[in-house]
């Protein structure tokens, strides 16, 4: 539908309708509009569920959330990503005077829908007249995605800083607990969800892809994208230390199909373009345990450069240590072993605190490049512990980090023979080189 400006046309904002912001979706609307089917019927609509966080010095505080949906009232229609913005740069709360240069907000939008052209390119200029607002976009489905424009539009809010994702499982249940009036029931997921959020993420990256070349990841036969997929030893490097304007949450556990995918110990292992890592971690001082936590972390695509999983970690774990006199114990279970950027990171990190002490058990080897063999004797020199997983390890992250429906877990084929050729390769790396 042809679209208006929402800049000069001012004289209906949102505050006449009462349902913009509404505070929770019904249920039945939830089922319904977020369904993540790649083209189905009759979703003319777009709701947009968000979350503002106000950020200063890496901690975050909720400040804002709601729901949006498309205004077609009283004359002039307005999409949901216009509503959002014609309601967010009208509060008293969220404009700049009010606000230290330190502090940020992070707005977070669910959508039904990823934005159109026209909305894109208003968010796009939005975005850069306002640099103390970060913005994340997670879609449940790509809206006219082989179309050109709609394409660039997309490219448009990457480029401006936006984070773009479709929305996973984890998201689903997330909206489920956050905005919708579920009244204590379960959200059951759709049919195929996981295979939707697979399909359209792949549809996503090519999109956003911003390079023709290509390298061979981790092992992996065939040209991938290294933009997209973090083809280790060949990203730009950001300082993870300075860039702490977003930090990524740990997810609580895995799903069993990507466990059983990811962390298969394959001497040759194809499709696995992404590095998972479960962690565990535990504080002591004085002789008494003063803080635990554990979870799950994969690579990030936000805000503008990737970073890799243990980035991640480090970035999230850094402020977590609050006292220099406590010993931390950290325990890493990846699915590949450290590239050699990271592991020089990762050494450097230890180097500095010398009250962390690091446990790394490795599913599979990551020789992509020459230096990557000398990354883990740099690990190893920092006083990491690097093997490789044992079967026993598997069953043990199995219980700790998949939501695995108190099934049991079932070992791979060749599991315990693949353990013994890939730790001897890494004993020949750490001892001989």
């Known amino acids: 539908m042809a679209r208006k ?27 319904f509009h977020f369904i993540n089917r790649p083209t189905p019927r009759g979703r003319n609509g777009c709701y947009l569920c968000y979350q503002v966080e106000r950020t200063q010095n890496c901690s975050s505080v909720l400040i804002n959330k709601g729901v ?5 009232y009283p004359e002039e229609p307005h999409h949901a990503e216009l509503c959002f913005l014609d309601w967010f740069k009208t509060q008293e709360v969220f404009l700049v005077k009010n606000m230290s240069r330190a502090e940020k907000y992070h707005v977070k939008w669910f959508m039904s829908w990823s934005p159109c052209f026209q909305c894109a390119r208003k968010v796009v200029e939005y975005l850069k007249d306002h640099t103390h607002v970060q913005l994340s976009i997670f879609a449940a489905r790509l809206y006219f ?76 036969r065939g040209p991938v994208n290294k933009t997209v997929v973090l083809a280790r030893g060949e990203m730009a490097r950001r300082n993870w230390v300075r860039d702490k304007s977003y930090i990524q949450r740990p997810w609580p556990r895995l799903y069993p199909k990507i466990f059983n995918f990811q962390f298969r110990n394959l001497l040759f292992a194809s499709g696995r373009n992404s590095t998972y890592l479960c962690f565990e971690v535990e504080g002591w001082r004085w002789g008494s345990l003063i803080w635990s936590d554990k979870g799950v972390f994969r690579n990030q695509f936000y805000p503008e450069e990737p970073h890799h999983a243990e980035l991640c970690f480090l970035r999230w774990f850094h402020d ?22 990271c592991a020089e990171e990762v050494a450097a990190f230890l180097d500095e605190h010398r009250n962390v002490s690091l446990s790394i058990y490795a599913a599979r080897l990551y020789q992509c490049e020459p230096g990557d063999e000398q990354g883990l004797r740099d690990l190893q020199e ?20 998949v939501y695995n429906g108190r099934t049991d877990f079932t070992y791979w084929r060749n599991v315990r023979r693949h353990y013994y050729s890939l730790q001897k390769e890494l004993n020949r790396i750490l001892c001989w080189g």
């Open 382 to 401: 920092a006083g990491a512990q690097v093997a490789m997983m044992a079967p026993e390890d598997f069953n043990y992250c199995w219980k700790k980090f």
């Open 320 to 341: 977590r240590i609050e006292y220099p006199d406590a010993e931390y114990y950290v325990t890493w279970y990846p699915s590949w072993s450290p590239c050699f950027d």
């Open 145 to 220: 995605s082989g179309k050109p424009e709609y394409q660039q539009g997309l490219l448009s809010l990457h480029g401006a800083g936006a984070s773009l994702a479709i929305m996973s499982a984890d998201d689903f249940f997330y909206c489920w607990n956050t905005f919708v009036d579920h009244q204590q029931l379960v959200f059951h997921p759709w049919k195929k969800t996981h295979r939707n959020s697979r399909y359209l993420s792949k549809q996503l990256e090519n999109i956003l892809k911003l390079c023709q070349d290509t390298v061979n990841p981790r092992g992996c």
């Open 5 to 31: 400006n929402w800049v000069r046309d001012k004289s209906y904002i949102q505050r006449p309708w009462p349902r913009n912001p509404m505070p929770r979706l019904y249920r039945d609307y939830f089922y």
């Open 68 to 72: 949006f949906e498309n205004k077609f």
